[in-house]
């Protein structure tokens, strides 16, 4: 067995409920256990798995369960009350990804700032360029303001430009639950080539078929603890089973 | 295949961590300056323009209508080096106060060091300062004013000068986050701070400082031998960092303003805002991760 790329161990994070409840100067002061707590939550709680590089793993579970959760702290963009998240390569994270992208400026400026952002090169964005704009297909719009652009082609522009970012780990969080079909497709055949391409891959769907198709490894989140960690077939199976319709 | 290349070969990660923050450093302040010059028909002027007009008024005020007993001749000369450095302070603070509800967006989708958000505010709007240095330079010339030697400490009080605004940027703006009040109350202080430190006035015009025609040199025996020092108003205004940095910053036309004792108090008070805004913002950055 090689190292984990990704290894979780004992991992709990905690929201507040309510947004208006009580914090207080004193918070910042007191130590951690003698903080007030006003009505918080453990979004996730006792979390453990490793990761193999190359592994392709759909999490499961229904609305509010902490699916996204744990793919933001995998992505590290929020970090963990308890536990450890060791990520040990680059991740290029599909979440929120329109996230950079500046309305004021082009399409041009906006893909070098963001492919930058993650950590890009511009020698590397200058090779990459037209492939991105190619996959995105708005050719004609390189030069026009972001904010211009149907909702639609930003969702392409930034899926093209973040998919480029040859990171080892691909997170995907829904985002392609936007887009049209032939886009949609497009999109699940770059997510295999890149499988092939021995990436390790993160995935967050509803979509059984989806998951199926890209994963082999499946983790059942339910009420913020992991209920079972098994092939994708067994996972989806017990889910169904749990919430049948 | 084939179109996609494996990851070993072109993945970004051979910068270092370093080598990646100041890099996106860069692009994020570039952005800023780009955004805010492509959206306006004037550009580069608004940076410009700010200082002019608010020195404009002050040289009216106090030159034309009050009959001026503060600060130094030429005054539009006095006034101007520290009111380009106090904008500077101005806009890094109050931009800090939005930082990150600003860029929520990009902060939930990047793993950059999250002190950048604060950093980059406190470079573009020191490029802004840097940029409007020229409106300074020009007055100087048409009034006659004499640049000497002690312009050579204006790096030093250009590195005070970040490190204090990047120690209130790191305390206010996770903090802000929380309590949303506190936006308001910044640049309510911000606006009392302003008067509180000398801008349109010297800090040798303050109580218990050493007067106008006693030389720098004799200045920290004269203030000595005054009773009160301790409590005298130029005693405590010391420790506003802002009165160090622009007696630095005057000194480069006009030496006598250059008062060692601020400058030291000022460095260390700057210093321990730093300290206090990493450690600040080290407490605060789990929850506000969550928060935004």
Not at chain 2, 208 to 225: D, L, M, N, P, Y
Not at chain 2, 263 to 271: F, G, I, L, R, Y
Request: net charge positive.
């Amino acid at each position: 067995m090689n190292a984990p790329v990704i290894a979780v161990s004992d991992v709990g994070i905690r929201f507040r409920r309510n947004r208006g409840g009580r914090r207080t100067f004193k918070d910042l002061f007191s130590s951690r256990a003698r903080r007030s707590r006003p009505n918080e939550f453990w979004a996730l709680r006792n979390l453990s798995f490793d990761v193999q590089p190359g592994e392709a793993i759909g999490v499961v579970g229904r609305n509010g369960q902490g699916k996204s959760t744990l793919l933001k702290l995998v992505a590290g963009v929020v970090l963990p009350d308890e536990g450890t998240v060791g990520v040990a390569e680059g991740v290029a994270p599909l979440i929120e990804i329109t996230g950079g992208f500046v309305d004021d400026l082009t399409v041009r400026d906006n893909v070098y700032l963001t492919a930058g952002l993650h950590g890009m090169t511009r020698s590397q964005i200058d090779e990459r360029f037209d492939d991105i704009i190619d996959f995105a297909d708005i050719g004609d719009f390189i030069d026009t303001p972001y904010k211009h652009l149907s909702s639609g082609m930003k969702v392409r522009i930034a899926f093209s430009v973040i998919s480029r970012l040859e990171e080892p780990i691909i997170l995907v969080d829904e985002v392609l639950a936007v887009g049209d079909r032939g886009f949609r497709e497009k999109c699940y055949r770059r997510i295999e080539e890149l499988l092939t391409g021995g990436r390790t891959l993160f995935f967050v769907s509803h979509n059984e078929k989806e998951m199926r198709r890209f994963c082999t490894r499946g983790l059942y989140l339910d009420k913020g603890t992991l209920v079972l960690d098994g092939p994708i077939d067994e996972v989806l199976a017990l889910y169904n089973k749990d919430y049948a319709v | 295949m084939g179109a996609v290349s494996t990851f070993a070969e072109v993945r970004p990660g051979q910068r270092t961590r370093f080598a990646r923050y100041r890099h996106s450093l860069w692009l994020l302040t570039k952005r800023d300056l780009r955004v805010r010059y492509s959206t306006s028909v004037l550009g580069y002027m608004w940076s410009i323009l700010d200082p002019l007009v608010m020195s404009a008024i002050y040289w009216f005020v106090f030159t034309q209508i009050f009959k001026r007993s503060v600060g130094e001749d030429p005054y539009i000369v006095f006034l101007l080096a520290a009111l380009l450095p106090w904008m500077w302070f101005n806009g890094a603070v109050s931009d800090a106060t939005r930082a990150f509800l600003r860029e929520a967006k990009l902060i939930r989708s990047t793993t950059i060091p999250r002190t950048i958000w604060v950093n980059r505010l406190v470079l573009s709007k020191g490029i802004e300062f840097l940029a409007s240095l020229p409106v300074l330079a020009f007055f100087a010339i048409i009034s006659g004013a004499r640049l000497n030697w002690d312009a050579l400490y204006f790096p030093l009080a250009v590195l005070i000068q970040t490190a204090l605004a990047v120690g209130v940027g790191l305390i206010v703006a996770p903090l802000v986050v929380f309590f949303r009040d506190l936006e308001r109350a910044v640049k309510l202080f911000l606006r009392f701070l302003f008067y509180a430190s000398p801008i349109i006035y010297s800090a040798r015009d303050l109580p218990g400082g050493c007067q106008a025609g006693v030389a720098a040199r004799h200045c920290a025996t004269t203030v000595a031998a005054q009773s009160d020092t301790l409590f005298s108003w130029h005693f405590w205004a010391a420790f506003n960092p802002l009165t160090g940095i622009f007696s630095l910053y005057r000194a480069a036309f006009f030496p006598q303003e250059l008062d060692w004792f601020l400058v030291s108090v000022s460095a260390v008070m700057s210093v321990l805002l730093l300290l206090v805004g990493f450690w600040v913002f080290a407490r605060c950055e789990r929850a506000v991760l969550k928060e935004i």
